[in-house]
């Protein structure tokens, strides 16, 4: 059924061939369009999230935008590692990009996340811009931290890192569920692991702790095959992982399939909000590069086996076709965006391989937001350092 003002405009315009032709071809773009998902494998839940889904065009381009962009981020990463620019380790989220933004869609202001050391990606969606994110990797004054975090220590508003002890994020995470409950908000916190954290006593201590209180977490799983070089099938005697909690209800979902995501995610906060205590989501996802830049990752796997992860199931192109193909937007719109991301993320990258460091008598700066002693020790008790607050303490209530 052709729209009316398409019928108006051929009768109008008769029998000329290459006109009607033109307007029969043209691809009318939709302001909302639905899919549906992989099925949701549940844990202690009857029911589950709507696999039937649907977003506005608005959203497709900023979920598309935004993983586009940490893509992007990461790829020059990688490059400015090779370069030797960027020292000590050097994780990539690329492959991953799906559950950072997915997750992040459906948070709220006032909820909370803390990750792992595979944490740029996260960087950027919590408010951080391309600059402060690269050039905290060149340990440079423009970064987030100041250069002083690097790869796995980066911070923002209600986002508490980038952190590099595995699993040791997962107790902090609940620590801020604790903190949401008793100041009565009815924020959550998302605690990330990775499938190698997983078997980590500390998160099973938390998981009782979490439930004994009711408390408003969403643990989630990056289950990304492998745990540094060891697949999930060599390391852990349960690879269900969203079954871990036990006594928590638990949501296996496409950890490749944005929407998925922010289905599964909205609907722990409502699980959560409605006081039925934590949620346990594990994300089924593949990351493309090795566990750090160090890793080549192909000891392990074949580069058949990774090439056939972005052939089939990348995050980022199997969306593009998604919205492409249901008209929501045009090819034409989104390789206009992904020039712009990439003019933006080199011009960022150049900023960060040209800014300056911090000098030393900053580096014991902002150790503490309210430091009661004018001095903090040094290596040696008796040559102490001057403290100095140079940002304001972005988490400090």
Known sequence: ???????????????KQKTVQSLLNIRFVSDSVSFETKPFRLHRLETGPSTHVSITKEDAVKLYTQMHTIRRIETSAGNLYKEKIIRGFCHLYSGQEAIAVGIKAAL?????????????GWTFMMGVDHLGVLAELTGRQSGCARGKGGSMHMYAKNFYGGNGIVGAQVPLGVGLAFAQKYQGTDGVCVALYGDGA????????????????????IFVCENNQYGMGTSIDRAAANTSFYTRGDYIPGISVDGMDVLAV???????????TQGKGPMLLETATYRYSGHSMSDPGTSYRTRDEIQEVRQTRDPITSFREKIVNANLVTAEELKKIEGEI????????????????????????????????????????????QH?????????N
């Open 198 to 217: 997983a078997n980590q006593g500390q998160i099973f201590e938390v998981y009782n702790m979490a439930k004994l209180w009711n408390l408003p977490t």
């Open 342 to 385: 990439r003019a933006s993320v080199d011009d960022a990258t150049k900023k960060a391989k040209n800014d300056k460091e911090i000098g030393i008598d900053e580096l014991p700066a902002d150790v503490y937001a309210n430091n009661v002693e004018d001095k903090i020790r040094n290596k040696l008790p008796w040559n102490p350092l």
């Open 262 to 272: 922010r289905e599964a995610t909205q609907y722990a906060i409502d699980h959560i």
């Open 1 to 15: 059924m052709l729209p009316n003002i398409v019928r108006s405009s051929l009768n109008k315009l008769g029998n």
């Open 108 to 120: 709220r202001p006032h909820d909370m996340v803390i990750t792992a050391y595979r944490a740029h």
């Open 388 to 396: 100095k607050r140079i940002g304001p303490a972005v988490n400090l």
